[in-house]
T-cell receptor, first 113, second 113 residues
Framework: AQSVTQLGSHVSVSEGALVLLRCNYS??????LFWYVQYPNQGLQLLLK??????LVKGINGFEAEFKKSETSFHLTKPSAHMSDAAEYFCAVSDIADYKLSFGAGTTVTVRA | NAGVTQTPKFRILKIGQSMTLQCAQD?????MYWYRQDPGMGLKLIYYSVGAGITDKGEVPNGYNVSRSTTEDFPLRLELAAPSQTSVYFCASSAGTYTDTQYFGPGTRLTVL
């Protein structure tokens, strides 16, 4: 079975500053990794995903994440935060042995003007 | 193309009452899922379906039932509502399995008093 740990339940950044959200996973087989975003009072939508191939994955709205097998990590970054990035972000993992998604607890991002 | 729709948006139930949360998708997806979201806990899988007539339990199925008579619809039934079922419920669908994006509905906020 796979699991996900998101470090930090709340992150506050200034507009224009780097956004860094941490995600570590455990999986006994090669993982498939996802970041989803949830804006207030909405459902989740996909930001980006890693399945195979290039370990640096680019997503929507300027976000990217890097799969590091040696560190079992899939951290999400954005070089310059915008007010519209205020949301809750979820890391999730699946794999060929258990294809259902397992979600982390989520990280709420607040952007200060 | 409406994507994944859920009704109702909000509902208050008394302890012991029953209700059905409706979910429909118009993307011809085979896979459908029900999650509950509680603060600080991420999303937990309740039930899922891999096609019409096929359903299976997820991580937290107790107190819930599902059916899947058509590809489009995947209702979630709560029997004998309890305060522990107060949560936000999300329905999602995907075309396939472990690498496919899940598309989420807007959610149903349920309170059991």
């Amino acid at each position: 079975a796979q699991s996900v740990t998101q470090l930090g339940s709340h992150v506050s950044v200034s507009e224009g500053a780097l956004v860094l959200l941490r995600c570590n996973y455990s999986s006994s087989v090669p993982p498939y990794l996802f970041w989803y975003v949830q804006y207030p009072n909405q459902g989740l939508q996909l930001l980006l995903k890693y399945t195979t191939g290039a370990t640096l994955v680019k997503g929507i709205n300027g976000f990217e994440a890097e799969f590091k097998k040696s560190e079992t990590s899939f951290h999400l970054t954005k070089p310059s935060a915008h007010m519209s990035d205020a949301a809750e972000y979820f890391c999730a993992v699946s794999d060929i042995a258990d294809y259902k998604l397992s979600f982390g607890a989520g990280t709420t991002v607040t952007v200060r003007a | 193309n409406a994507g994944v729709t859920q009704t109702p948006k909000f509902r208050i139930l008394k302890i012991g009452q029953s209700m059905t949360l409706q979910c429909a998708q118009d993307m011809n997806h085979n896979y459908m899922y029900w999650y509950r979201q509680d603060p600080g806990m991420g999303l937990k899988l309740i039930y899922y379906s891999v096609g019409a007539g096929i359903t299976d339990k997820g991580e937290v199925p107790n107190g819930y039932n599902v059916s899947r008579s058509t590809t489009e619809d995947f209702p979630l039934r709560l029997e004998l509502a309890a305060p522990s079922q107060t949560s936000v419920y999300f329905c999602a669908s995907s075309a396939g399995t472990y690498t496919d994006t899940q598309y989420f509905g807007p959610g149903t906020r349920l309170t059991v008093l």
